[in-house]
């Protein structure tokens, strides 16, 4: 039960779904080429600076991908609220 994995922190939306995607396992591979190929043709000092800017460019579509997760989960909780008090109103007797 999603509510039940949600209490537990068993609710991980951002680990599933991937393998959904045939075009992310193309992308996966499409990043490793191109990894390899910067390890190769870069000194060790801007490889490392590439992998620090990847580093900070990964947390920071974390941070956006949080944020985005939280404002759809409350519009999608005010909608049902919304759609609840609708319900109500129109059950009353007039």
Known sequence: MVMESIYNGDFRPSET????????WDLIKEIDVLQTELKRNLDEIDYQMVEQLVDKLLQ?????????????????????????????KQMLPR
């Open 17 to 24: 779904g991937i393998g959904d995607d045939p075009g992310m």
């Open 60 to 88: 920071q579509h974390f941070l956006e991908a949080q944020a985005h997760f939280c404002s759809g989960f409350s519009a999608g909780l005010l909608l049902i609220q919304e759609a609840r008090a609708l319900g109500e």
